[in-house]
């Protein structure tokens, strides 16, 4: 990960203002890194203690005999220059400024003494200030001062997530690890004094293991850079960007949040498009795009073939389908004739095809295996009410296995209470891409239908 | 509820192919009686079965002694026209076909012929064919064939639910359920052989328990006199709409599913609108609605304050507000100036107010009090991440305090994994509106003051 690498394979790391007090921010990024799965050396720093976790403190990162390969700093604001300092002194490549109170709240001269001090220190990179820092879930480098037992850490996987601001970034990881989604780093760079969306986009491309990228941001400081750098990135690796602030009124906030200037809706929205980026509207919607293209073959065109129990779901399907820029695929006559004969009477078979209220896991295995054999099919929707008595939980194993046999996308959407969300995470475990409603299933899966058009033109 | 009353409060119900084998429609209807708390006389028809949930079996509803008040069918379609002209014989008033195989798969013949039994006896209303029936969490009729353990339901509350479209609507009440969510009646009315949308509107309008509407439709049997009835209905008890099969494509689908016919989008709009009907997207967002309305008062117009502890949040909520035609207010000087005098430098009194990372329990107390206090504001959303050490559980009481002193609507929006949706779920039933995103929240205040503009204007 070229020069940023050293953020997230530390062989040694240095936590300035390690507290003793459990609800201190310092207590629980050390915490993190003594009782997470991190292998290197641990350096709490602190004048005040002897020993905090076991761990022997030193009063500065200067009174540390061995190398240390990043510094994380969160003590108050107005202490930072002085501890960067001593970074700089010690050599140390990479630090993360947790610590907020710099130009988000016009202390803009503590920014200032912070760049003149980068600026001596040419090898120094710094996260932050005013940050969560990272999350790596295959290092255990993490920085996130939020407990786990209030903010659940996803398990691995290969969406990358930056973002400027980490209460929307850290508030998103704890839903996408309650949903069972993986993740690959999360990244709050906040008011990037020096590492930047651009930054960080280059060093992500050169990241074997992340596959999709995420980036949550408001304003930026290197507009430029970063689109030249995203419409190279994005040929390689997906990009999709949610944008805080697209109004007048509204980009007021985003000075007073992380210090920067918020452009105009429609000029990013263009911009994205030409770079290749995929636009999402929310960070939720964000990881089912990203889901979807880490999990699903590239679809050959936009027919959807929609499979369901439940008529009306069958129906609002068909009304996302339309308004998601979809077609509705019409099976081959062979299909249809052979499924006629497969099938009850009262089954209709078209699009959507409506199983009725008594379709048992046969029935369903049936009618995806015949939509997966259709070359007029180019994807496969099942919408899939787990509720019916007629339904058992072998449906899982039967839709896992359709799904590991797919050269077409095959999302599935299931709507209910704890019994139906059981199974819909045991589908989403199992590699399946679910969804909670078609209209969300259908806006993923013309997102990627239109990236890879976007892909074959470009 | 005039003469759709005995549909919700019969002494006695005969189920109609009542079945011993529990994966059996007629099983699991007969148990929801039997198991539920439905008090009256329960009568298993059945003319190969002795004995079924410790009930005597009848052979046909004409061998019961006893008045029956409502029968419920669940026998094969062409067994129906028999079953439901006995009904009329034995005068049964209220009767509710759960059976498919009508029209919606081209049986024109057995429609006819349950019309023509209609006909026959006047006093008898039907409900469906093609349908769930009834769930009333109030007086224990539950015609759903689906059992508990897979389906939900709900809690006891203000919203009744009408649906065309009997999987999507128990879905969504299993969801609900999940939620936490209350209801008051579930009434899936399937074809519409006889009591149509109108009727139920009309009945609903009348039926004390019931504070809000919501009607996922398709196609309408009498639109002209849905329309009459809604634009009267609407004044008193808010109609929240939900329409599938919104474009030419898609309404295909309808046919087969509900064999009625769907009309173009751009027509159901503008007639919704005329009719004071508030139109939803999904069933969810139409949940949504409804429990503002039921939860919220009225508020005296669009200017909204965001309060949050999540900077990136505040910027979404602002985009949100705006997006919803809201207004970001601007709180009274003597309101910043005290504010300011309470909180650290830090805190930037504006809209978004953005309490930052640290805010505790207190701080959010005193920000809400100030907003609810203020006479610029109209109504305020908070943004609270759980997730932060310095917020603990009791910021549930606080907020259930504020909640109930409120006069203006107060809607909380919390993003996160289990810690998070603990704590929101404990607001909820607490009876605060809470809600997963910005958006939705704000969408949901919106159509709340575009109902009360529309009921002051007409």
């Known amino acids: 990960m070229n020069e940023l690498i050293g953020f997230f394979h530390p062989k040694s790391v240095a936590v300035i203002g390690a507290s003793r007090e459990a609800k201190k921010i310092g207590y629980v990024i050390l915490q993190n890194f003594v009782l997470g799965h991190f292998h290197g050396n641990i350096y709490p720093i602190n004048p005040n203690a002897e020993e905090i976790l076991h761990l022997k403190c030193h009063p500065s990162v200067l009174s540390v005999r061995d190398r240390i390969d990043l510094a994380v700093i969160a003590i108050p604001a107005p202490l930072v220059p002085t501890a960067l300092e001593e970074c700089g002194r010690k050599k140390i490549n990479n630090v993360i400024i947790v610590s907020g109170?710099?130009?988000?709240?016009?202390?803009?001269?503590?920014?200032?003494?912070?760049?003149?001090?980068?600026?001596?220190?040419?090898?120094?990179?710094?996260?932050?200030?005013?940050c969560l820092g990272i999350l790596d879930t295959r290092t255990g480098i993490d920085t996130l001062f939020l407990p786990s037992y209030r903010l659940e850490r996803p398990k691995r996987g290969g969406i990358s997530f930056i973002s400027q601001s980490g209460a929307l970034g850290s508030a998103v990881i704890d839903w996408a690890a309650m949903q069972g989604f993986?993740?690959?780093?999360?990244?709050?760079?906040?008011?990037?004094?020096d590492v930047n969306e651009a930054d960080l986009l280059e060093a992500l491309e050169k990241d074997g293991s992340t596959k999709v990228i995420i980036a949550y941001f408001e304003g930026m400081r290197e507009g430029r850079k970063f689109f030249e750098s995203a419409k190279k990135v994005s040929r390689k690796k997906p990009i999709i960007a949610v944008k805080g602030g697209r109004f007048e009124e509204s980009s007021?906030?985003?000075?007073?949040?992380?210090?920067s200037l918020a452009g105009s809706s429609e000029v990013y929205s263009a911009a994205f498009k030409q770079a290749g980026i995929i636009q999402a509207n929310s960070s939720r919607e964000a990881f089912d795009f990203a889901r979807t293209i880490i999990n699903e073959p590239e679809p050959k065109g936009r027919k959807v073939q929609i499979i369901t129990n439940g008529g009306g779901y069958g129906v609002l399907a068909a009304d996302a389908a339309i308004e998601n820029d979809l077609i509705l695929a019409r099976m081959n006559a062979e299909t249809v004739k052979s499924l006629k004969k497969k099938m009850p009477e009262r089954v209709v078979i078209g699009n959507p095809m409506d199983l009725t209220g008594d379709a048992d896991n046969e029935r369903?295995?049936?009618a995806i295996e015949a939509a997966l054999n259709d070359n007029n099919v180019d994807s496969i929707l099942v919408n899939m009410l787990f509720?019916?008595?007629?339904?058992?939980?072998?449906?899982?194993?039967?839709?896992?296995?359709?799904?590991?046999?797919?050269?077409?996308?095959?999302?599935?959407?299931?709507?209910?209470?704890n019994y139906s969300e059981l199974h819909r995470h045991a589908l989403e475990k199992e590699g399946v891409s679910t969804f909670i409603s078609p209209f969300n299933a259908l806006k993923a899966l013309r997102k990627m239908v239109e990236h890879h058009y976007f892909l074959k033109k470009s």
């Open 252 to 259: 007021h906030a985003v000075k007073s949040h992380t210090g």
């Open 364 to 366: 369903f295995r049936i």
């Open 101 to 130: 109170g710099f130009e988000e709240v016009g202390r803009i001269d503590l920014k200032r003494r912070l760049e003149k001090i980068l600026g001596k220190y040419q090898k120094m990179r710094v996260i932050g200030p005013n």
């Open 182 to 193: 993986g993740l690959n780093k999360f990244i709050s760079y906040g008011n990037a004094l």
């Open 387 to 417: 509720q019916v008595p007629t339904l058992d939980s072998d449906i899982v194993q039967i839709l896992s296995e359709l799904n590991k046999k797919k050269k077409k996308p095959l999302l599935v959407m299931s709507i209910g209470g």
